[in-house]
T-cell receptor, first 111, second 118 residues
Framework: QKEVEQNSGPLSVPEGAIASLNCTYS??????FFWYRQYSGKSPELIMF????GDKEDGRFTAQLNKASQYVSLLIRDSQPSDSATYLC???????????FGQGTELSVKP | GAVVSQHPSRVICKSGTSVKIECRSL??????MFWYRQFPKKSLMLMAT?????????EQGVEKDKFLINHASLTLSTLTVTSAHPEDSSFYIC??????????????FGPGTRLLVL
């Protein structure tokens, strides 16, 4: 069974710190990886996607992909209380267009 | 951008009635849309893949006669919950796949529909 694993948390970080969210996947055929943010009671919104090994930066967010280790991470620099949400990791590219979602990591940024 | 709308945002209905939920891609064409449901504090559960002009593909355990999906155009997919019962109460979320620019797998989510069946 193709799986994406995340630590459910909650992960608590102080305001201004770096939040590090991690994700592993089992399907070596996965080609694309996504991070979504979901606020309580709302639907997921796309933060970033990454296809290639290495780092990809967008503002305060950096996605990291290591295909050899089947590992994806999301770093949030200068964390703000407004970043408090559940972060969903997803893999795709080998499931006929479907994405495989992890169970999400709850992040809490304390003022 | 890639905007997906969903209507209605919230619906309350009596047990035994049918409820239709619409999902629209507003600024792009989506040959594929997906329907998910989510229970409180739980992860997304994919129900079905909706393909424009063809039958939907349902995930294991999802009753196709219970959850009717129609994808009549490149911008609209509908989910009808037939003969709804209280156990169908959930947060239903659609997504649309944006294949522009080589982003073959990127899915953008609608705002969701909260269904309460009394």
């Amino acid at each position: 069974q193709k799986e994406v694993e995340q630590n459910s948390g909650p992960l608590s970080v102080p305001e201004g710190a770096i939040a590090s969210l991690n994700c592993t996947y089992s399907d070596r055929g996965s080609q694309s990886f996504f991070w979504y943010r979901q606020y309580s009671g709302k639907s997921p919104e796309l933060i970033m996607f990454i296809y290639s090994n290495g780092d990809k930066e967008d503002g305060r967010f950096t996605a990291q992909l290591n295909k050899a280790s089947q590992y994806v991470s999301l770093l949030i620099r200068d964390s703000q209380p407004s970043d408090s949400a559940t972060y969903l990791c997803a893999s795709g590219g080998n499931q006929g267009g479907k994405l495989i979602f992890g169970q999400g990591t709850e992040l809490s940024v304390k003022p | 951008g890639a905007v997906v709308s969903q209507h209605p945002s919230r619906v309350i209905c009596k047990s035994g009635t049918s409820v239709k939920i619409e999902c629209r891609s507003l600024d792009f064409q989506a040959t594929t849309m997906f329907w998910y449901r989510q229970f409180p504090k739980k992860s997304l559960m994919l129900m079905a893949t909706s393909n424009e002009g063809s039958k939907a593909t349902y995930e294991q355990g999802v009753e196709k006669d219970k959850f009717l999906i129609n994808h009549a155009s490149l911008t609209l997919s509908t989910l009808t919950v037939t003969s709804a019962h209280p156990e169908d109460s959930s947060f239903y979320i659609c997504s649309a796949r944006d294949a522009r620019g080589g982003q073959q797998e990127t899915q953008y989510f609608g705002p969701g529909t909260r269904l309460l069946v009394l």
